[in-house]
């Protein structure tokens, strides 16, 4: 058939910050991270602009 995948696009934020733009990615870089407990949040969205009903969840820590 004539059906295309769609493009998932993404966001994400750092404990409780700010979000990220949605653009297409898959992977996420993050810098200048302080030592300690941390949370990162990613939601998807497709391009027809259909949000997950769930974010995933990650928490880490970064040693000092």
Do not use: P
Request: hydrophobic share 35%; glycine share 6%; charged share 30%.
């Amino acid at each position: 058939s004539g059906e295309e995948n769609e493009a998932t696009q993404t966001r994400y934020r750092l404990d409780d910050s700010a979000w990220s733009t949605w653009k297409l990615r898959d992977t996420v870089t993050l810098y200048r991270v302080i030592a300690g407990d941390h949370q990162l949040e990613v939601c998807a969205r497709t391009d027809a602009l259909v949000e997950s009903s769930d974010c995933a969840v990650k928490a880490f820590s970064v040693g000092g």
